[in-house]
Nanobody, 120 residues
Framework: QVQLVESGGGLVQAGGSLRLSCAASGSIFSITAMGWYRQAPGKKRDLVAAITNGGRTNYADSVKGRFTISRDNAKNMVYLQMNSLKPDDTAVYYC??????????????WGQGTQVTVAS
């Protein structure tokens, strides 16, 4: 069993900052990649940022230069620092972890989601 616990969402004014955290625990042999997705009302879930276990990052064009993803491999945690927030960033943010609970199979796991609301 694998659990993902997210924290750090909330309400912020435009131009403000928030930091999201996600901790993975349970039956984990190895983690391949960690990331954040978001879903606004009426829209599909989209990738925001991802980071591999080697530290390679990937960002959606809409957040480049404003958001920073990082991870702590020792703690199985991933973070999303969000600066210069805009109302368009309002969404439910989901942590995603690609991991191997027992070799050789890799699975996708999702957090419960945390609401980020940016007021104009």
């Amino acid at each position: 069993q694998v659990q993902l616990v997210e924290s750090g969402g909330g309400l912020v004014q435009a131009g403000g900052s928030l930091r999201l955290s996600c901790a993975a625990s349970g039956s984990i042999f190895s983690i391949t990649a960690m990331g954040w997705y978001r879903q606004a009302p009426g829209k599909k879930r989209d990738l925001v940022a991802a980071i591999t276990n080697g530290g390679r990052t990937n960002y959606a064009d809409s957040v480049k230069g404003r958001f920073t993803i990082s991870r702590d491999n020792a703690k199985n945690m991933v973070y999303l620092q969000m600066n210069s927030l805009k109302p368009d960033d309002t969404a439910v943010y989901y942590c995603n972890v690609k991991l191997v609970p027992r070799p050789p199979h890799e699975y996708d796991y999702w957090g419960q989601g945390t609401q980020v609301t940016v007021a104009s």
